[in-house]
């Protein structure tokens, strides 16, 4: 078991819109209500399959983390298999989730 860096901001806007990412960094359940139009337009929250939670942007930094240190590591040949699990709950696209 390989325990993953959070990927750092930089790391997660060279695929996602800054807008997105910034989003994710502030919403939580406390306010979620009062970000209905964002809610929306980045596709998260009620009535969809991604909900809000706290420490969500934590979550999402650890599994993107991982995903970036699984494929280094395939690359430099130090694994011949790496699994991320919670990488397969990710389904965004550059700037909404899916």
Do not use: M
Request: aromatic share 12%.
């Amino acid at each position: 078991v390989y325990r993953p860096h959070p990927a750092h901001y930089k790391e997660i806007t060279q695929f996602h819109d800054e807008d997105y990412t910034d989003f994710l960094r502030r919403v939580c359940p406390e306010n979620e209500k009062e970000c209905h139009i964002q809610l929306v337009k980045f596709n998260l929250g009620l009535g969809t399959d991604c909900p809000i939670f706290p420490g969500l942007y934590n979550f999402c930094q650890l599994y993107t983390g991982a995903s970036i240190d699984g494929a280094c590591k395939l690359n430099n040949g130090q694994v011949d298999i790496a699994i991320n699990w919670s990488g397969g709950l990710h389904h965004a696209k550059k700037s909404e989730a899916s």
